[in-house]
C-alpha cells in the first residue's frame, strides 16, 4: 500500500510538472473564446497544444486558455501587440479595426459551404490576405474553419419578415449589422461571452452563429429554435504579432509553423463534421431545428443578398467573383 501510494503521488507528480512550463522554455499564451469539446477550435487549439508540449519539449511551451478565460476576442489582439499574449484565433469578423479585406467573408450568402471558403483562402488572394495586417504588427498564420452560420430568435423565424423588429447579437462588423438591418433587426455588436446571458435576459432577441457555438455555449436553451439558413460562415484567422515571430530562432519558428500547418490540415478536414455533430447534440438536448424549404430559403437570399453593393469596395469586386466562381 505504501509502495501505490508512493508510485501515485510520483506519477501525479510527473504529469503537473510536465503540465507546467520549465525555465528556457518559450512560453505562448493561446486566447480563445470557445469551449473545447466538440468544438473545431477548440478541438484544434487542445491538438496544438499537445504536439507543442510533446514535440517542442525543452524548446517551446503552450498554454491555451479557452472561454474567453484569459480574453474575449474584443481585447485580445489589442493584448496581443502588448506582448501580453501569443497567439489567438478569432473569426474574421473581428478584425475590422485593422483591415476590410476580411469583409468579404461575412458578406451573407457570399460562400455556399466550408469547402469553398477553403478553395478561396487557398488562392494567392486569400493566402496574401494573411499578411495583410504586417503594417499594423499581427501576422496571420492559418485560416481554421468552423462553418455556416443559423439563425435563431425568441420565436420561430421561418420568413425573414420575422425578423422584423427583433434585436440580434452580432459579432463586431460593420457587415453583420448590415445583413441584421437588411431583414429589419436591430443588431447589436457584443462579444461572445455576453451572448448566452443577453439571450437568457432578453437584452437581445436573437443570433446568428454554428451550429457548434450554439450547442457549445447552449444558446439553443434559451431561444425559440434554431433556423437551419446557413446564410454565412465562421472562419478563424490563427494570429500572432510580427514582433514574436520574429523574435524566434529559426529553427524553432520552422518547427512550431510545421505543427501548427499539420494541424490546421488535420483539424480543418473535420470542421464541418463536428458541426454536423453539434447539430445532431442540440436536438438530443431537445433544440428545436427548423429546415427551410429551398423557396423559403430564397427569401433570405433576396434579403440579405443586396448588402454585398454596400461593401463591394471594400472587399473588390474580383474578390467577389473568384468567390463567386468556387461556388458554380
Ligand atoms: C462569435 O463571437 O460568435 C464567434 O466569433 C465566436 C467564435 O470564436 O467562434
Redesign the pocket.
Known sequence: AAAAAVALSFSAGAVAASDACDDGEIVVKFA???NTDKHP?GIAASLLEQRVNEEMNGKMCMEVFPNSTLYD?NKVLEAMLQGDVQLAA??L??FEKFTKQFRIFDLPFMFKNVAAVDAFQASEAGQAMKDSMQRRGLQGLAFWH?GMKQMSANKPLISPSDAAGLKFRV?SSDVLVAQMEAIGGSPQKMA?SEVYGALQQGVVDGQE?TWS?IYGKKFFEVQDGITETNHGI?D?LVVTSVDWLDSLEPDVRDQFLTILAEVTEVRNAEATKVNMQARQAIIDAGGVVRELTPEQRQEWVDAMKPVWEKFAADVGQENIDAAQAINA
Open positions: 480563445h473564446v470557445t477550435k476576442d478569432p473569426s469578423s473581428k468552423n459579432q461572445f452563429n457555438n465562421i478563424y
